[in-house]
């Protein structure tokens, strides 16, 4: 006779080993998947709906409810024919760990709570200052993606320069403390807004800086720093991919003891590959950046980052205290982030790192540019515009008039053979491609220039 418990221990066996067959069907079928979901599939959605059940469900049931009808409403991100926002394919190796990870259900806050992750930590530290070439003792905090990450860097910006003005904000708050100036560039994400906006430093009452056809600052048309300025910069514009022009900008902070963070949420990682560093040349001269280890890097969701020159600045603006806390002599991971209690994401972090080592990153980031490049002379070939200098992963394409455009999108959008987004560029509509996933293959490309050559031959066959 087998006790309860271990009958409960072999239904949990047997629900993960579902799970991980379902899981490993999932990523086997990526390649022959829609771009996104039919109509079927999400009219199928609607078995989700219902009150909570009084009596829960069976796990078995439950899993497998989501198999048959989640599975067809997901959008296949990880897969090679997604070029929508700035996403990020899935490293599967990384994938293998979180579930270790996962099932360990570690809880990432503190030493005592979990040694392996902060050792992990420590160590992503340590290598991601290398890799990205930033300062030596440069302290890294794991949240959950960049709007969190400028969220982090910015508060310590604003602690750290109105300490300097003799005001403690963390104990005395913004009300009548000395003002501080935001100064970024006119093109700058909304994440970077919703942050300012957060942490009551105002979305509105920031300087915009004017920027070049590409969407770079331009540094002639800085305004005055001073001791008292944050300066947003970008590492891969959202839109063009384009690198503010780092050496003269944080050079001019510097001298005026201005802050300076950079969001690299995709663009950090050009610095790791031959090939793209020149377009970082002097961002390690800057106090503090923001990246994803879920786009370029393609690890996992989620799995963002705040970068620090100043330990104790960051340290200092994140301070959480309790009586019961206790600190440690190894790292106490939740000293560089908004929350306590989190996932360790660190592990994800780590095994996407130590698979691809120093070379597999730079591979990665000129493979994803390569595409992006062949992509976009492929289309021209095809008589689409390049509206954007593709430097980077990301590539903006038009049609003939913006009509065209807008039809061809939509038209893309309906075929699911890929996906990609729309946007505005110089004030006229744009179908933006970003190629973020290790996934994509030149054949790839090719079925997704086809796909554009079919869209407009649909657009204009149209009366
Ligand atoms: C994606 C992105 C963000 C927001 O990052 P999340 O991880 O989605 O919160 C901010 N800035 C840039 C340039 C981005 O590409």
């Known amino acids: 006779m087998k006790t309860q418990q271990q009958v409960k221990r072999g239904d949990a066996a047997a629900l993960l080993e579902a799970a991980q067959r379902h899981a490993v069907d999932y990523i086997e079928s990526l390649p022959d998947r829609r771009a996104f979901p039919d109509d079927a599939a999400l009219a199928g959605l609607s078995v989700f709906d219902g009150a909570l059940p009084d009596q829960g469900l069976d796990p078995r049931v439950m899993l497998e409810r989501l198999q048959r009808h989640g599975s067809p409403a997901t959008v296949p991100l990880a897969g090679g024919r997604y070029f929508g926002f700035v996403n990020g394919g899935l490293h599967p190796p990384a994938l293998a760990a979180r579930w270790l990870a996962d099932a360990w259900d570690q809880n990432a806050a503190l030493y005592v709570m979990s040694p392996i992750a902060a050792k992990l930590e420590s160590v992503c530290e340590a290598w991601l200052t290398e890799l990205l070439h930033l300062p030596a003792d440069t302290a890294m905090g794991l949240v959950s993606g960049t709007s969190t990450s400028l969220a ?26 000395p003002e501080i100036k935001v100064v970024l560039g006119e093109q700058a994400h909304g994440a970077v807004f919703k942050a300012l906006a957060f942490l009551g430093l105002g979305r509105d009452r920031v300087v915009k800086v004017p920027c070049d056809d590409q969407g770079r600052i331009d540094p002639a048309q800085l305004p005055a720093l001073d001791d008292r300025t944050l300066l947003i910069l970008s590492a891969g514009n959202v839109n063009s991919g384009s690198f503010d ?4 900008l944080c050079e001019q902070a510097r001298a005026a003891k201005a802050w300076v963070h950079v969001d690299g949420a995709f663009g950090l990682w050009a610095v790791a590959a031959p090939g793209t560093q020149p377009l970082c040349d002097g961002m390690d001269l800057a106090d503090s950046w923001s990246a994803d280890a879920h786009k370029t890097l393609n690890a996992p969701y989620d799995c963002g980052i705040i970068l620090c020159r100043d330990r104790s600045a960051l340290a200092a603006a994140l301070q959480a205290s309790g009586a019961y806390l206790e600190w440690s002599e190894e790292r106490d991971s939740m000293l560089y982030t908004p929350e306590m209690s989190r996932r360790a994401r660190g592990i994800d972090l780590w095994a996407t790192l130590v698979t691809l080592g120093r070379g597999g990153v730079a591979r990665l980031v000129e493979q994803l540019c390569d595409h992006a490049g062949l992509l976009a002379d492929l289309l021209v070939k095809e008589d689409f515009r390049i509206l954007n200098d593709v430097v980077f992963n990301q590539v903006l394409v038009a049609g003939e008039t913006a009509g ?5 999108l939509k038209a893309l959008q309906r075929g699911g053979e890929i996906w990609c987004g729309g946007s505005q560029w110089r004030a006229a509509p744009a179908i933006r491609l970003s190629v973020c996933g290790a996934e994509t293959t030149p054949d790839d490309i090719a079925r997704a220039v086809a796909a554009f050559v079919d869209a407009r031959q649909q657009v204009r066959r149209q009366p």
């Not at 860097?153 to 009548?176: E, S």
């Open 152 to 177: 982090c860097g910015f508060a310590a910006a604003r602690n750290a320069l109105l300490q300097r003005q003799g005001w403690d904000v963390a104990a005395d708050g913004l009300f009548g403390a």
């Open 245 to 248: 022009p780092f050496r003269p």
């Open 404 to 408: 065209e455009t807008e039809a061809i």
